[in-house]
Antibody
Framework: QVQLVESGGGVVQPGLSLRLSCAAS????????MHWVRQAPGKGLEWVAV????????YYADSVKGRFTISRDTSKNTLYLQMNSLRAEDTAVYYC?????????????WGQGTLVTVSS | DIQMTQSPSSLSASVGDRVTITCQAS??????LNWYQQKPGKAPKLLIY???KLETGVPSRFGGSGSGTDFTFTISSLQPEDIATYYC??????????FGPGTKVDVK
């Protein structure tokens, strides 16, 4: 069965960095695009970034462009999100998710999420 | 930029009721719309894709319709386990992945 397990969340001071990981299993990792989607406490869903199945394309939300970097390691079946210059407004649960179909927009499997808190 | 709105923002209905949620786009988005269910404390779940197609394994009481700017999500007979927040999501080839603000559904 498809499993996505995020890790790396925690409390970090503004301006510092954090790297999230997502271990994927139960499917052929190299044939699916992967997303990061976040949810601030008590708020709605916000798409953050996507990486194509082969890593050839990466796209970001304007709110994180230039600060966050999405990557994947096919040898480890792992997705990453490097988050730099963190701000209070980046505080959220971060979900790793699999995308399929046209522009990989059908996000059909999600991890349980990892909480990132940016606070001094 | 395209904006997505949902209405109502919340609703309360009785078990067995028909529930309807609308999602409106600020411009024509064809059928590029998905619907997700998020139960409290859980990750979202894909229910409907391409505006009207039921995801595999999703109960048939869930449905979607619409194209262009106006879309509807329906629960034909509300069940207690349907307590959740429902989100529409627009997508395109830019790519754009834009979630609506959500509709919280409670059971009376």
């Amino acid at each position: 069965q498809v499993q996505l397990v995020e890790s790396g969340g925690g409390v970090v001071q503004p301006g510092l960095s954090l790297r999230l990981s997502c271990a994927a299993s139960g499917f052929t990792f190299t044939t699916y695009a992967m997303h990061w989607v976040r949810q601030a406490p008590g708020k709605g869903l916000e798409w953050v970034a996507v990486i194509w199945y082969d890593g050839s394309y990466k796209y970001y939300a304007d709110s994180v462009k230039g600060r966050f970097t999405i990557s994947r390691d096919t040898s480890k079946n792992t997705l990453y999100l490097q988050m730099n210059s963190l701000r209070a407004e980046d505080t959220a649960v971060y979900y790793c998710a699999r995308g399929r179909g046209y522009t990989y927009a059908k996000i059909d499997y999600w991890g349980q999420g990892t909480l990132v808190t940016v606070s001094s | 930029d395209i904006q997505m709105t949902q209405s109502p923002s919340s609703l309360s209905a009785s078990v067995g009721d028909r529930v309807t949620i609308t999602c409106q786009a600020s411009q024509d988005i064809n059928y590029y719309l998905n619907w997700y269910q998020q139960k409290p404390g859980k990750a979202p779940k894909l229910l409907i894709y391409d505006a009207s197609k039921l995801e595999t394994g999703v109960p048939s009481r869930f449905g979607g319709s619409g194209s262009g700017t106006d879309f509807t999500f329906t629960i034909s007979s509300l069940q207690p386990e349907d307590i959740a927040t429902y989100y529409c999501q627009h997508y395109d080839n830019l790519p754009t992945y834009l979630f609506g603000p959500g509709t919280k559904v409670d059971v009376k």
